[in-house]
């Protein structure tokens, strides 16, 4: 069972038929469907929250084609493969998604996506001062958010 994806939504299920078709594979439905719910989700979502939002739709697909699935979209550059530090990766989409840092709690798991136009400046200086010439980056900051704080009462202190 699909849902109406928005034309952003059906470009990037597109690019991925695509990217498929190109390579001699398969264009299946479960890989449709494993991407489609992907690209939806937005965000950063495990293996397990795929299937989870796959059985919400009524849908089954195998813990192993989901794998095979989103190895194929980190190939094809559509997702990217996140590690938290969490025992397991999340995934993210990159089409329409600007660049941008994570903030990860360490409590609740929970990731924040933030953008700072000082750091991105600063990145470049820093590159200049070593003299390496900048091609991508990437900053995790781990802490507490203040959701845990407030409910754990943990002082903010800086380490």
């Keep these: 069972m699909s849902l109406p994806l928005s034309p952003e939504l059906q470009e990037a299920l597109e690019i991925f038929r695509h990217y498929l078709r190109e390579r001699s594979l398969p264009v299946t439905s479960q890989r449709e469907q494993v991407a489609e719910v992907l690209f939806a989700a937005g965000g950063h979502v495990s293996v397990e929250d795929i299937e989870e939002l796959l059985r919400k739709r009524g849908l089954h697909v195998g813990k192993a084609t989901i794998y095979r699935t989103l190895d194929l979209l980190a190939q094809s550059g559509m997702i990217h493969e996140r590690d938290f530090g969490e025992g397991f990766r999340r995934y993210e989409r990159v089409p329409g998604h600007p660049h941008h840092e994570h903030l ?56």
């Design 104 to 159: 990860i709690c360490l409590r609740c798991g929970k990731v924040v996506e933030f953008s700072n136009e000082r750091l991105e400046k600063m990145k470049e200086l820093i590159a200049a001062e070593y003299g390496f010439q900048h091609r991508h980056h990437r900053l995790e900051i781990y802490g507490v958010c203040r959701e845990c704080q407030q409910r754990d009462g943990v002082a903010r202190t800086s380490t």
